[in-house]
């Protein structure tokens, strides 16, 4: 019973003392399935090995509009299998930026599809990083 209050109170005074949530939630993917991590509006997709290789890595950006929920998707292509993609919300304080989400594809598949969903009236300011084996 001790134990099971300690990891609660842990839980608790980490979310109130960085105001983020981890939610870690399975994804299937080809070979099995992979786990999807939000720290804050960021995503973690998968996971890196030795020997993976930055495929790709790019901003994404969409100019705010008033009173608006701003879209944006983007594909990754490559032509190795990717391991991980991260998109990480650069925007000044990290809960007013867009959240993420994959769409298709991803860790053990050539190509990814990412949507950016962002907050009323803030703009989506994201770093994409795909990393693969060659």
């Known amino acids: 019973m001790f134990n099971k209050c300690l990891i609660f109170a842990s839980l608790v005074i980490t979310v109130a003392v960085t105001g983020h949530v981890i939610l870690p939630r399975a994804v299937p993917v080809r070979g099995g399935s992979v786990n999807v991590t939000y ?3 960021s995503l973690y997709v998968g996971k890196r090995q030795s020997g ?3 495929l790709s890595r790019q901003y994404v950006y969409k100019a705010a509009v008033a ?3 701003v879209v944006q998707t983007l594909n990754i292509n490559s032509v190795y299998n990717l391991t991980l993609i991260t998109a990480y919300d650069q925007a ?3 809960t007013l930026g867009a959240l993420p989400r994959l769409v298709s594809g991803g860790p053990g ?3 990814a599809t990412l949507s ?5 009236g803030q703009p989506i300011y994201s770093l994409v990083s795909a990393f693969g084996r060659r």
Do not use: A, E, T
């Open 52 to 54: 993976d290789w930055l």
């Open 67 to 69: 009173n608006r929920v």
């Open 116 to 120: 950016f969903v962002s907050k009323v």
């Open 92 to 94: 000044v304080n990290r």
């Open 109 to 111: 598949y050539r190509n």
């Open 39 to 41: 720290v804050g509006n």
